[in-house]
Each structure stands twice: as C-alpha cells, then as structure tokens.
Nanobody
Framework: QVQLVESGGGLVQAGGSLRLSCAAS????????MGWFRQAPGKEREFVAA????????YYGDSVKGRITISRDNAKNTVYLQMNSLKPEDTAVYYC??????????????????????WGQGTQVTVSS
C-alpha cells in the first residue's frame, strides 16, 4: 500500500521560505512521477511541480516557476518542495501525489490531477502579508 505523508507546512511572512517534504513508502518509486498540487479555499486543485523519479526531470506550474524547486532523495524515498519568495496567493493546502503508470511523460500528463493514483493528506501553507 502506497503511503504519502507531507510535512513542513506552516505560517510564514510574505517573502519567506518553506520546504515541504513528502515521505513515500510501500512501493519502489523509481519508475514513478511525483507531483505537488495545491488547493486554496473555493478554488480547484492546481498543479505546482512534478519530478520524474528515475531521471530527475522536473516540471513547474506557471504561477510558481522561478520561485519553487522540486527535488528527491533516493535514499530517504522523499520528495521535497523548496518554496522561496512566498506570496499571500501561495496560501493553500499542498498535496503530494504519485503516478505509477508507465507511459509517455510530458507537461500535460504530469500537470493533470487525473494522472495520479495516490495522494497524501495535505499540509497547510499560510503566507501572511
């Protein structure tokens, strides 16, 4: 059974930084795509970033490009989301997700919620102005 556990959320002032972690267990993730999404109150879940675990290729949503970095630690089976220059509009619940399907990978496939089989419970990020 795949488990994804997010941590690292919290309250931060605008301009500050946070690093979110997603600890993955239950499978070998080397063939997976790992993604981060976020959802603000009253809004749809939005793609933030994704990483192809084996190759390390990364993809970013337009709203966070240049401010956020996704990475993974193979030894710890953990995916990270380093967020810098945070803005109040970054306030949301951030979710980690895993896509186990073997197929062609591109921005379209990694940015769709429907591509992902497993989800974490989410971690709240609040950015104050």
């Amino acid at each position: 059974q795949v488990q994804l556990v997010e941590s690292g959320g919290g309250l931060v002032q605008a301009g500050g930084s946070l690093r979110l972690s997603c600890a993955a267990s239950g499978r070998t993730f080397s063939s997976y795509v790992m993604g981060w999404f976020r959802q603000a109150p009253g809004k749809e879940r939005e793609f933030v970033a994704a990483i192809v675990w084996s190759a390390g290729y990364t993809y970013y949503g337009d709203s966070v490009k240049g401010r956020i970095t996704i990475s993974r630690d193979n030894a710890k089976n953990t995916v990270y989301l380093q967020m810098n220059s945070l803005k109040p509009e970054d306030t949301a619940v951030y979710y980690c997700a895993a896509d186990s399907k073997s197929r062609g990978i591109n921005y379209y496939t990694v940015s769709r919620r429907q591509s992902y089989d497993f989800w974490g419970q989410g971690t709240q990020v609040t950015v104050s102005s």
